[in-house]
């Protein structure tokens, strides 16, 4: 789960890490009241969306005054905001952070994900804050330094300092530094965060070590604990047909092909986009339904996958091995029969009873074409949508 940068911020507050004084806005007004109540000579007005490159797409802005901050705000509002994570169509702004300006010294970068080699956080920092981390990994890779977190007791006084001295902290703020990055490192565990990003961490003039801007997302499979987290989901600034799924117990994302694929486990639906593309298809969407699909939740799933006006064709690649291959068979008719279905649609079982499920297919009278295995699945699809 994804929360905004205004948002993150109140997190981080809660376990003393520095963040500029800010408040939240939903109108142009607003951001001019903001602006008056902060009393500072400079402010920042920040576009609020789930995608990074907002600088970039023009949805941060230095303002002056109470006036140019009410325009500021009136031009980020008034459209949508597209960077290179939005996709071309956008995204709505309707809400807004107005932050006190700061006096900065350097910009610098630190994150924390999980490192599936070592089984634990880390936290990574770089000297080349401001940018895209991608960027940095691609072309200087040295630049990132490394230092594990122990789950159990945080980040390490002696890691925190190694990671604040390669990146060039001054000895006089390593202190405030190592303070800063075990902080960060607490409210990741605490929160079961699978990202905590700070990009930029500044230095000010004044000495301060601070969290320019932040990201957080996390676990879903955590958030049982965190029902404060779960309060901050922002519907709006996710996929409809997302959301639904998630609330049906489908994994579902939407991608920019034509061929719906309807699949259990997220192996299988990995391999299923895998072998479209190899054949020259291109895949609408991943959707797992799961080891224990019901008919109902099969159902669901072409309703969901039908309203994408994309989708040209729908691949159907299933293992029986919790369901009979006959039970999944029956679910498939039955959900054809539900959705009238318009479109191609190409049916590989694989598992228990899988010969007694392809004949309930094939005697159904449903335009239902089955295959064999994955190889002629993919190239059966590929040739109907072409």
Known sequence: MKIHEYQAKDILRRYDVAVPEGIVCHSPDEAAEAFQKLGAPLSVVKAQIHAGGRGKGGGVKLVKSAEEA???????MAKPLVTHQTGPEGQPVKTLLVEKGSDIDRELYVGIAMDRDSARPVMMASSEGGMDIEEVAATTPEKIIKAPIDPQAGLRAYHARYLAKAIGIPDGQIKTAIKFLRSLAQAFLDTDASLAEINPLVLTKQGDVLALDAKMNFDDNGLYRHPDIVEMRDLAEEDPAEVEAGDAGLSYINLDGNIGCLVNGAGLAMATMDIIKLHGGEPANFLDVGGGATPE????????????????GILVNIFGGILRCTTLAKGICQAVKEVSLNVPLVVRLEGTEVEEGRK?????????TTATDMTDAANKIVRLVS
């Open 70 to 76: 009410r325009a500021a705000a009136e031009a980020i």
């Open 360 to 368: 309930i297919l094939e005697n159904s009278g449903l335009p239902i």
């Open 297 to 312: 939740q099969v159902a669901h799933a072409f309703q969901i996958i039908l309203r994408d006006d994309k989708v040209k």
